[in-house]
């Protein structure tokens, strides 16, 4: 019981600046939680192969999907999963077991694209609308993601998604043009000077996935603009507080990451890794990549450093356990 007392302390601590957060900022808080059970019910799935699980896991993701469409990664990952899971037998078992992933995947897209389609359906009707507006072109927000001007950091939001959508009298067809013309030039100019480009690309990386309190500081500055924070809140923000939070994340979250790598050199050593830690890996090593070109913010990378978390105590149990056997052979 101590060892379950001590890691969940241990987690609680690891999630500090979730305490610190804005639940309702762009629904980051709310849609990990069906992300969270979607991933959990495709690994019940897995182990049992009962569809239930994996058509659960179809519906979870779908919510998750209508409150943050950064859900969609997870999307891709369960799909993947439901390929990579069995592969290689050639059991008769396994062809019908192939057949129900095919079915679960098929009915996860059904669902996901299906509650789309039916909230669309749903505010055309209530404000009259023939059709939803294309709008601004995701396009845009990867060009944001390669600039280094006006933002907090090289890639991080500077506004451009929407100086080219007005710029472009709020012409998708045309904004998509511009954006992708601007793609050309930073790809030109990363060609031309490698090392600019590796240095952009690794202080985004950094600043992403280093950030210790996960810029949840300064959505909090953002709400006291409007009504007033309590004079813990002011602390957290703008006194001794947001120093404190810093240090103790920073502690936390370098213990996580040690503990991923640990974790990380002992599957390549062992050449093997199951399929249950597959999933999150493709989750967290695709939302890795994919924040490294779309437009980049801490914000983004909290919902993959709490999947960490796991693969972080692992690491760390096999650390503490090198370095007891290290004591005990000196005595």
């Not at 050309?184 to 000077?193: C, N």
């Not at 213990?255 to 093997?272: E, F, I, P, T």
Request: aromatic share 14%; charged share 20%; hydrophobic share 45%.
């Amino acid at each position: 019981m101590r060892k379950y007392a001590a890691l969940c302390r241990f987690y609680l601590w690891e999630h500090c600046f979730f305490y610190n957060y804005v639940t309702y900022i762009y629904g980051d808080i709310l849609s990990m939680g069906p992300q969270t059970l979607a991933l959990y019910l495709m690994i019940r799935y897995m182990k049992t192969g009962e569809q239930r699980y994996g058509l659960g896991s179809g519906l979870a993701i779908a919510i998750g999907v209508m409150l943050k469409t950064n859900c969609e990664i997870t999307v891709i990952a369960l799909i993947m999963i439901l390929f990579i899971n069995g592969i290689g037998s050639k059991s008769d078992d396994a062809k019908v077991k192939f057949k129900n992933r095919v079915i679960v995947a098929l009915c996860m897209l059904v669902f996901v694209f299906g509650q789309k389609t039916y909230i669309n359906n749903h505010y055309m009707k209530v404000t009259g609308l023939e059709e939803i507006p294309k709008g601004n072109p995701s396009v845009a927000h990867i060009a944001m993601g390669l600039q280094e001007d006006g933002g907090l950091e090289p890639g991080w939001y500077n506004g451009y998604n929407y100086r080219v959508f007005s710029e472009n009298d709020y012409d998708t067809e045309l904004t998509k043009k511009a954006a992708t013309a601007k793609i050309g030039e930073r790809v030109d100019l990363f060609a031309h000077h490698p090392f600019y480009a590796a240095r952009f690309f690794t202080r985004k990386y950094i600043t992403q996935w280093a950030d210790p309190v996960c810029i949840s500081t300064q959505n909090l500055d953002y709400v006291s603009r409007h009504h007033e924070i309590s004079a813990l809140g002011n602390s957290i923000v703008f006194g001794v507080g947001s120093t404190v939070l810093a240090w103790i994340m920073n502690v936390f979250m370098t213990l996580c990451y040690l503990g991923v790598v640990v974790y990380l050199v002992g599957v390549l050593r062992k050449r093997h890794v199951s399929d249950y830690e597959m999933l999150m890996l493709l989750l967290i090593f695709g939302g890795m990549v994919f924040h490294e070109f779309w437009e980049g913010s801490s914000r983004y990378a909290m919902r993959y450093y709490i999947y960490q978390l796991p693969f972080a105590a692992c690491g760390l149990k096999v650390l503490l356990g090198l370095i007891h056997e290290h004591k005990l052979k000196k005595i």
